[in-house]
């Protein structure tokens, strides 16, 4: 059975910095490109950032120069530190994995097979 484990989540004010982390096991290929998704209040559920195995890294221009997706391989452990948070950026960010492709980064719910139960960040202005 396959777990994805977020944690790091919580209340910050604007201008403030989290680290979230999900700790993956079971039977999956966690070499596969793994994401972080985000979903705000009454808004749709939105690619955060996604990396593939050797690092790459492809970013929404949302966030871009405030997050950034980072993986530890050999921890099965995937990590998006948050900077300069934005009040906007308050959601229930979740990771995901398993894109079936080492190298393909997508931005696209559809194509990942494993969810976490997703962490709260809050931003207060």
């Known amino acids: 059975q396959v777990q994805l484990v977020e944690s790091g989540g919580g209340s910050v004010q604007a201008g403030g910095s989290l680290r979230l982390s999900c700790a993956a096991s079971?039977?999956?290929?966690?070499?596969?490109?793994m994401a972080w998704f985000r979903q705000g209040p009454g808004k749709e559920r939105e690619g955060v950032a996604t990396i593939n195995l050797v690092g790459v890294t492809s970013t929404a221009d949302s966030v871009k120069g405030r997050f950034t997706i980072s993986r530890d391989n050999a921890k099965n452990t995937l990590y998006l530190q948050l900077n300069s948070l934005k009040p906007e950026d308050t959601a229930v960010y979740y990771c995901?994995?398993?894109?079936?492709?080492?190298?393909?980064?997508?931005?696209?719910?559809?194509?990942?097979?494993?969810w976490g139960q997703g962490t709260q960040v809050t931003v207060s202005s």
């Open positions: 079971g039977y999956m290929d966690s070499r596969h490109s």
């Open positions: 995901a994995a398993d894109s079936g492709s080492f190298w393909r980064l997508s931005l696209s719910a559809d194509d990942y097979k494993y």
